[in-house]
């Protein structure tokens, strides 16, 4: 409950830091999918060690 509630602060913080400043707003979108990514071959890659054992 707490990280849905969390993530729901953070993104409205990201719109209206958007709405401020469009260039860096690009930018954290850059980041936000990178991140995303990341988690995610991360994720993949636990996920694998557990198939492997």
Known sequence: MKSTALL???RRFVLT?????RSAGLLAQRWAIKVRCFCGWMIS?????????
Do not use: P, Q, S
């Not at 830091?17 to 400043?21: A, E, F, R, S």
């Not at 890659?45 to 054992?53: A, H, N, S």
């Open 8 to 10: 729901a602060n953070h």
């Open 45 to 53: 890659g636990i996920i694998r060690k557990d198939l492997k054992m």
């Open 17 to 21: 830091y958007l709405l401020h400043n």
